[in-house]
């Protein structure tokens, strides 16, 4: 992740948590550990451009559960984007 970010890489999280929210995994403890991976990864001098998470069930048909693109549309729409460099 070093080597992409020193090469001019933006990094990003994109994730769904189906069960997020509900009482057998509510927010708060996905909260926590979120937060330790952003910092365990900025102690290694790694900082995430933007980072998306769709809390939604895959039943529920929303744009932002992947493979749909509703979390990160914005984002990619904001800046012109390299595609023949983006692994």
């Known amino acids: 992740m070093a080597r992409f970010k020193s090469a001019g890489y933006d990094l990003v999280v994109v994730t769904n948590q ?15 550990v979120d937060a330790f991976l952003h ?36 984002f990619v729409n904001a800046a012109p984007i390299d595609r023949e460099r983006s692994p």
């Open 18 to 32: 189906g069960g997020l929210g509900l009482p057998s995994y509510p927010r708060e403890p996905f909260e926590r």
């Open 39 to 74: 910092a365990l990864l900025a102690s290694q001098g790694i900082e995430l451009a933007a980072n998306f998470v769709c809390p939604h069930p895959p039943e529920a048909g929303c744009a932002c559960r992947k493979p749909g693109i509703g979390l990160v549309r914005d």
